[in-house]
């Protein structure tokens, strides 16, 4: 895993990209790149039949720098890190702080690119990659990126939600959401949806962070044994049964964020009710802010992703 800190101060647990699934992407991306450059030397090898051999290996050189330098920085600055090889492979060039890459850092990377892929055939790139912590090469490092895995396997996503138990659904009902802001409101519910993609530790203090939060706007802590996500997830769908039954006058779900926990898909955490009757602080599936976050998906070594 990685923490990447945003500009807004959030920090991001994103998985970064290993030798393995890069190596594949960078495999696709030189195909395509040499089938493409040995396309244009047929065409060009008509085209400069009249002209004298300089000419005709400036000619050369100029397509071999463009095919392999110019189109990729051209290809990563217009899909924002996502090459043809990256698409295939569900991976994605990002600034170290998570935002999307310019011209400038696709630039810096084609260059280094050229010379730590394409000159040495890859061995300097997998040997900066090999020894780099997140798997970064040496353009990685000069243009200030790293390659994440975006796409994420379905063992991972873990398991959905159960209800809230009926005595958390009591507590919500009675819990005043009248002074909790509308920014707060946005912060988890941007939580709640990218959760599943968090690092565990990184996810259970930022839900630990919010839950701290909501007392401070409530006056009323979370429930002792409940995991903070899955009280965060239980009182954002309570806030929304409240919003559905003022706006529609209808007779709003009983159980608190049930629908919101089947929209945020993956959430490995559980309520932890373990004794009987599910009373809060029975059960061992509660953490602290700073506590392990209890998860269904496999442990993920620090080794090749």
Do not use: N
């Not at 065409?43 to 300089?54: C, E, G, K, N, R």
């Not at 011209?103 to 990377?109: G, K």
């Not at 009902?173 to 002074?179: C, E, F, H, K, V």
């Not at 029975?282 to 992703?305: D, F, K, L, Q």
């Amino acid at each position: 895993m990685s923490e990447l800190v945003t500009g807004e101060a959030v920090v991001l647990g994103l998985r970064p990209a290993r030798l393995p699934s890069r190596g594949l992407a960078v495999a696709v991306d030189v195909a395509v790149a040499w089938v493409t450059y040995i396309g244009i030397s047929l065409i060009l090898v008509s085209a400069t039949s009249s002209m004298d051999s300089a000419a005709v290996a400036a000619v050369s050189v100029a397509a071999f720098v463009l095919v392999q330098v110019g189109i990729p920085i051209v290809i990563e600055t217009l899909s924002q890190g996502r090459s043809l090889g990256k698409l295939v492979c569900g991976l994605r060039v990002v600034r170290e702080d998570g935002g999307p890459i310019r011209f400038r850092h696709a630039l810096v990377r084609g260059a280094m690119g050229a010379i730590e892929i394409v000159m040495t055939m890859g061995v300097v790139a997998a040997i900066a990659s090999l020894v780099s912590a997140r798997g970064r090469r040496l353009g990685d490092v000069f243009a200030g990126t790293l390659v994440i895995r975006e796409r994420m396997p379905v063992a991972e996503a873990g398991a959905a939600l159960p209800p809230p138990p009926p005595w958390l659904v009591a507590e919500l009902g009675a819990l005043d959401l009248s002074r909790v802001p509308d920014g707060w409101w946005l912060t988890v519910r941007q939580y709640l949806a990218r959760m599943g993609q968090l690092d565990p530790q990184v996810g259970g203090a930022m839900a630990g962070r919010l839950a701290e939060d909501l007392r401070g706007f409530t006056g009323v802590p979370a429930p002792a044994g409940v995991h903070p996500a899955a009280y965060l997830a239980a009182v954002a769908g309570e806030r929304q049964a409240r919003e559905s039954q003022r706006a529609f006058g209808a007779s709003a779900p009983s159980s608190a964020g049930a629908g919101l926990i089947g929209a945020v898909g993956a959430a490995p955490v559980g309520w932890g009710e373990g004794a009987p009757g599910g009373q809060p602080g029975a059960g061992g599936g509660g953490a602290g802010a700073g506590g392990s976050w209890t998860s269904h998906r496999p442990v993920e070594t620090a080794g090749m992703s």
